[in-house]
C-alpha cells in the first residue's frame, strides 16, 4: 500500500520550463530514492478549519481544544459513522440504529446488535449534541468522544474490539483511503482509536438542527397557527387544576425539564418523570452516580425532532405522542424519587382534548425536516 | 507668587505624596455550607421539621450577586459578580476581587440572593459567549426559566417523607423576589492586600427556610411555588431564606 501523497510537491510545475532547477531536484530524488535515505521531503498537513455557522438563539458550542473541527475531519468523521466495518461482521454502521429518516434514533424500542442481542435501552436521537452536556440516557460519558467509544466493541452492539476496528481500518480493504484520509484528517496516517472517536465526533458536531417551524418563527419568518401558538403557551405554562395544585395554570409544565434556553428545548439534567413505581429494572442515573436519590432518574432529551423520534422514553415504551401527553396528563406513578414537578398526587395536569391537541401541534413545529434530509449527514455509501 | 498659587501647590505636593499610586488587589473567597437547625447537613439527608417530619431536601441551588464589602474608611465597595451555588453539588464557592491601593478594614458584608435586574430577564443565556459563566447556558442548565420569565434565583427542592411522600418545590425569581442579606462584623476584619486571599464562611440553614420567627411554610400546605404562579408563596420563602444565613470570617 502507498504512503500518502506529498501535498507539497507540485509535479506539474516542476517539469515546466519555467521551473529553473527541475534536473537538479529530479537527480537528487533518484540519488535518495537509491540511498534509502528517510530523510526527505516530509507530508504536509493542512487542514481546513470547518466552519461552523451557530444559529441564531443557539449558545456558542463548547469544542474542546484538542479536537477543533476541520473539513478534512467532519468528512473523515462521517465516513466512519456509515462504516459497517466497524462491526464484527461488517453488517452495522453507527447508522444502523440512528436512522437519518427517524431524527437519527432507532425506531424499535431496543436496537438489536450484531450478534442478535438486544439492548435494554432506546437509542438517543442524535441532534444538536454539540452542546449537550453528558451523554447516553444515565450521563454516564461526560463527553461526546467518551460516548463515541461505547458501541464498537459493546458485546450488546458492534461487537468489535477496538484494536482489530482499528486494525481493518488500517488495512483499508474497501480501499476507502484510510490512511491517506487520517492524515489529511489528524496528520497521521497511523490511525487510532482515540483518532477514530475523534473524527466522528467531529461529525456529529456537525449535526445541528434549526430550521423547524417552531425556528422559522423564532426568526420571524412564518406565523404559527392558533392550535400551535396554544400549545406553545400550553408548554411555558404551569400544570395543574389551580383548585386542587396551588399555582396551576393548566399548563403542560413541559418547560422545567425541556427548557428553551438556547432553543434546545432540554435542561440537560436527569429526572425521574413517573413512569415507575421502583427501578429494579432499570436503576438510570443511580448506577452512574450510586446515590439512592437518583434512582429511576434519566437525561432529559430535547425535544426537537421529537414528532420523528418514536418510540419514547428510555425503554421505548410509548409509541406516540398522544401516549407521552396522557402519561404526564395522568400525573405519572408515584416512587421514592419522582420528580417534584410531577402532578402524581394531585391528579395530573387535567388537560382537555382540545389542549392535549394544541400541545401536539406545538411539538409537531420543532420538526426539521431539512435536518434530516441534509445531504451532508447521509450515508456516503 | 500669590498665595491662592502656593496653596495649590502644597495641595498638589500633599496629594502626590498620599494618593494611590499603584493598585493592589485580593480576592475574597466565599465558600458556601449548608446546615439543618445549626448540625450539618448535606443535600439528599433527612432533617426533622417543627412536627417532626422528616424533610429530604434533594436540590438546592441558588444565585448570589451584587456583593459589597464595607470599610472602616472607604465605607461599602461593590464588587459586581454572579455565582451560581449548588449546595448538593461541587459548586460552592465565589471568588470576589477587590481592588484598591490598600489593605482593607471589614466590619460590614452584603450580598445579593438572585440575580441583578438588569441580567435577570430578557437575557438568553445562550447570549453568553463563555457557555460556562454562572448565567451562560451550561453554566445555568436548569436555573433558567425562559426569555420572558428569566433566571430562578433559588431552587429549594425535595419531598416530606410521608406516607405517601409529600413533594415540595419553591422557585423563587424576578425583581419582586430579589433580597438582600447584609452582616456586620464584631469585630473589623483586616484585609491587607499583600498577604494572599482571605477566606470567609456563609452557612445557609435550611431548617431556617421553612422556620421563621414570624412564619413557618409546611410543605403539605404550600407544597409549590414558581413566582409566577404562586407569588405570595415566592415572597414568603425569600423572606425566610434571607434570614437563613450566617457569616464567618
Known sequence: MGGPVPRSLDLDAMRSPAYPCHWVWLMGSA???????????????????????????????????????????????????????????????????????????????????????????????????????????DGRSPTLEDQIRDPVPHPDEMNLPWPEAVERLQQDPLERDYPQRFFDAFGTTEITEDLVVQAIAQFVRTMISSDSKFDRWRRGEVELTTSEYNGYQMFLREGGDPEVVPGGQFGGDCFHCHG??????????????????????DPGRAAISGS????????????????????????????????????????????????????????????????????????????????IHKPEFQDPN | MKSTHLLA????????????????????????????????YAVGEAGIDDQGRDVQLERLECYVSDFAVHDVREGWIDIDTVARIDFGGTTRMAGL?????????????????????????????????????????????????????????????????????????????????????????????LVPFESGDVTWTLTLDAYACLHGVNDIIDPEIDPETHTGNNLPLAIRWVDLYREAWTLTP
Open chain 2, 9 to 40: 501647590l502644597a495641595c498638589f505636593v500633599l496629594w502626590g505624596f498620599s494618593g494611590c499610586r499603584e493598585e493592589a488587589s485580593t480576592t475574597l473567597n466565599l465558600v458556601f455550607e449548608v446546615e439543618w437547625q445549626g448540625a450539618p
Open chain 1, 260 to 281: 428553551e434556553a438556547g432553543l434546545q428545548f432540554t435542561d440537560h439534567l436527569f429526572h425521574n418523570n413517573g413512569l415507575d413505581p421502583s427501578f429494579e429494572a
Open chain 2, 97 to 189: 476581587e477587590i481592588v484598591g491601593c490598600q489593605g482593607l478594614e471589614i466590619d460590614g458584608f452584603r450580598m445579593g440572593l438572585g440575580v441583578p435586574a438588569d441580567r435577570n430577564t430578557d437575557v438568553d443565556p445562550a447570549s453568553y459567549s463563555d457557555p460556562d459563566h454562572p448565567l451562560g447556558y451550561k453554566g445555568s442548565a436548569g436555573m433558567h426559566w425562559g426569555w420572558a420569565a428569566g433566571y430562578i434565583f433559588s431552587v429549594y427542592e425535595g419531598r416530606l417523607l410521608t406516607d405517601p411522600a409529600t413533594p415540595f418545590a419553591y422557585h423563587a425569581g424576578a425583581d419582586t423576589c430579589f433580597r438582600s442579606v447584609e452582616f456586620t462584623l464584631d469585630e473589623p476584619t
Open chain 1, 292 to 371: 439512592p436519590l437518583d434512582s429511576g432518574l434519566f437525561r432529559t432529551p430535547t425535544l426537537r425532532n421529537v414528532a420523528l423520534s418514536a418510540p419514547y422514553m428510555h425503554d421505548g415504551r410509548f409509541a406516540t405522542l398522544e401516549e407521552v401527553i396522557e402519561h404526564y396528563n395522568s400525573g405519572g406513578v408515584a416512587s421514592s424519587t419522582i420528580d417534584p414537578f410531577m402532578k402524581y398526587t394531585t391528579g395530573g395536569l387535567a388537560l382537555a382534548p382540545s389542549q392535549k391537541a394544541d400541545l401536539i401541534a406545538f411539538l409537531h413545529t420543532l420538526t426539521d425536516t431539512i435536518f
Open chain 1, 31 to 137: 540519488l535518495w530514492l537509491l540511498s534509502g535515505c528517510d530523510c526527505g521531503p516530509k507530508p504536509v498537513w493542512e487542514p481546513t478549519p470547518y466552519s461552523l455557522t451557530i444559529p441564531p438563539f443557539f449558545p456558542p458550542m463548547d469544542i474542546p481544544a484538542d479536537n477543533p473541527l476541520t473539513e478534512e475531519g467532519v468528512h473523515l468523521g462521517r465516513l466512519l459513522f456509515w462504516e459497517t466495518a466497524l462491526s464484527e461482521d461488517h453488517s452495522m454502521s453507527c447508522g444502523s440504529c440512528h436512522l437519518p429518516a427517524h431524527n437519527f434514533s432507532d425506531p424499535q424500542p431496543y436496537s438489536t446488535g450484531v450478534t442478535g442481542a438486544v439492548g435494554t435501552r432506546n437509542a438517543m436521537a442524535l441532534i444538536n449534541l454539540g452542546w449537550a452536556s453528558s451523554f447516553f440516557w
